[in-house]
């Protein structure tokens, strides 16, 4: 193990450095019925792209707070007749849904393919002040001092539900096969979804982001994807007099605290050596699924590509 983390048997016992809010189930059972009460006014729009093998649409639907949210939509080509599986998928931190050319391996295995642009990051979705495109930086702490309720990734993580919810119900899908995937943020974003839609049948995150932040600043590893934590108690509270508050309100968007509502297959990648994401913080999601699960660990590998990943999440959706 590399020195910055603790040896893998203790990881594998790990369940987090701060006890799970004892409102979170009614918390977030009051989020979701707040997204249920919106109109989607859902649009799908053609795409023009050169190929026979799929329709392609800009999806955009309403989502809590008024934002407009974009993803891009792919299907078999002539509806293909039967219903068949669909994948979610999601983009790491100020990125986005990425281009059109590379969902078409999952269009070529017959899947409907949703990949959706966050809030205010680098694609076409709204933030909730209104604006398109990138607000970045600064969405973890979003919405913090206004409350738990007031937290950006609350609307975030609403968002995935919405657009699962919106994809098993095209007559086209199969409601009984659709999975969710993403590494990073989209780890994080994948662990929401299944959280937050029962009906998600395979997750498969990668090394997931959003999750154990007092441990992330315990290890002094409050930096890169994770500065912002730094930066507000730098800026905000320098004698650290809130700081039990703040991580008290992060407890509600820390996907370690949503783990207990997945019902999901996952199929979970790390690497050992990630101090972007420690695999620690992993750790404290993973050991408290009690869905099926299986973990697969690159112990020289840290947040980076992973060779044979996709190979490998690819055959654990066949099986949806």
């Given at each position: 193990m590399p020195i910055f983390e603790m040896?893998?048997?203790?990881?594998?016992?790990?369940?987090?450095?701060?006890?799970?809010?004892?409102?979170?189930?009614?918390?977030?059972d009051a989020a979701v019925g707040?997204?249920?009460?919106?109109?989607?006014?859902?649009?799908?729009r053609p795409h023009p792209f050169p190929t026979s093998a799929a329709e392609m649409f800009d999806l955009t639907f309403t989502g809590v707070g008024g934002a407009r949210v974009y993803a891009k939509y792919l299907r078999l080509a002539n509806g293909s007749g039967a219903a068949h599986p669909a994948i979610l998928l999601f983009h790491g931190y100020a990125g986005n849904s990425g281009d059109w050319g590379d969902k078409l391996a999952w269009v070529a295995q017959g899947y409907s393919v949703a990949a959706m642009d966050v809030r205010g990051q680098g694609g076409s979705s709204q933030d909730t002040g209104g604006t398109r495109g990138n607000t970045l930086h600064g969405h973890i702490i979003r919405g913090l001092d206004d409350g738990a309720e007031s937290l950006l990734f609350r609307s975030v993580f609403l968002d995935t539900a919405q657009l699962a919810g919106i994809v098993?119900?095209?007559?086209?899908?199969?409601?009984?096969?659709?999975?969710?995937?993403?590494?990073?943020?989209?780890?994080?974003?994948?662990?929401?979804?299944?959280?937050?839609?029962?009906?998600?049948?395979?997750?498969?995150?990668?090394f997931?982001?959003?999750?154990?932040?007092?441990?992330?600043?315990?290890?002094?590893?409050?930096?890169?994807?994770y500065a912002e934590l730094r930066e507000y108690l730098r800026l905000f509270d320098p004698t650290h007099e809130r700081i039990g508050e703040m991580f008290a309100r992060l407890a509600y968007i820390d996907i370690q605290n949503l783990a207990h509502r997945i019902r999901a297959r996952i199929l979970w990648t790390t690497g050992l050596m990630d101090t972007i994401c420690p695999p620690s913080t992993q750790f404290a999601v993973y050991n408290?699924?009690?869905?099926?699960?299986?973990?697969?660990?690159?112990?020289?590998?840290?947040?980076?590509?992973?060779?044979?990943?996709?190979?490998?999440?690819?055959?654990?959706?066949?099986?949806?």
């Open positions: 040896p893998l048997a203790e990881l594998q016992q790990y369940r987090g450095s701060s006890p799970r809010p004892p409102d979170i189930d009614r918390f977030w707040d997204m249920r009460a919106v109109d989607p006014d859902v649009t799908l098993l119900g095209f007559p086209e899908v199969d409601e009984t096969r659709v999975g969710a995937m993403g590494a990073s943020q989209g780890g994080a974003l994948t662990v929401a979804c299944a959280a937050l839609e029962p009906r998600i049948a395979l997750a498969a995150p990668t997931p982001f959003l999750s154990d932040y007092r441990r992330v600043w315990g290890m002094d590893l409050d930096v890169d994807a408290k699924i009690t869905a099926p699960k299986e973990m697969i660990i690159y112990p020289d590998f840290g947040h980076e590509d992973l060779p044979g990943l996709l190979d490998r999440q690819m055959a654990f959706f066949a099986n949806m």
